[in-house]
Nanobody, 118 residues
Framework: QVQLVESGGGLVQAGGSLRLSCAAS????????MGWYRQAPGKQRELVAT???????NYADSVKGRFTISRDNVKNTVYLQMNSLKPEDTALYYC????????????WGQGTQVTVSS
C-alpha cells in the first residue's frame, strides 16, 4: 500500500502565498507522476499541476504563472508553491500519485483545505 500525507493548507488573503507538500510512503518501486488536483464546493475535481519523474510539468491554464510544482524523487515528495492566490483558488487540494509500481494504479491523499479570502 501507498500512503500520501499532505500538509501546508490554510487560510490566506488574496495575493498571498502558500506551499503545499505531499509525501508518499509505503512499499513501492517508483511513482511515474505526482500532482495536485482540487475540488471546490459544487464543482468537479480538476487538475492543478503534475510533474513526472523526469521533471516534465503540466499546469492548468488558471494557475500558470502563479503556481509552481516541484518534486524530490529521493524523498518521494511533491510540492506546490502557490503565489498570487485568488479567492477562486479556494478548494480542497488533493495529492495524486500516478502509475505507482508495481501496483500500476493511482493513489490519492486525504486532501488539504486552501481558503483564500478577498
Amino acid at each position: 500500500q501507498v500512503q500520501l500525507v499532505e500538509s501546508g493548507g490554510g487560510l490566506v488573503q488574496a495575493g498571498g502565498s502558500l506551499r503545499l507538500s505531499c509525501a508518499a510512503s509505503g512499499r513501492f518501486f517508483s511513482i511515474n507522476a505526482m500532482g495536485w488536483y482540487r475540488q471546490a464546493p459544487g464543482k468537479q475535481r480538476e487538475l492543478v499541476a503534475t510533474v513526472t519523474t523526469g521533471g516534465t510539468t503540466n499546469y492548468a491554464d488558471s494557475v500558470k504563472g502563479r503556481f509552481t510544482i516541484s518534486r524530490d524523487n529521493v524523498k518521494n515528495t511533491v510540492y506546490l508553491q502557490m503565489n498570487s492566490l485568488k479567492p477562486e483558488d479556494t478548494a480542497l487540494y488533493y495529492c495524486n500519485a500516478h502509475g505507482v509500481a508495481p501496483f500500476n494504479r493511482d493513489y490519492w491523499g486525504q486532501g488539504t483545505q486552501v481558503t483564500v479570502s478577498s
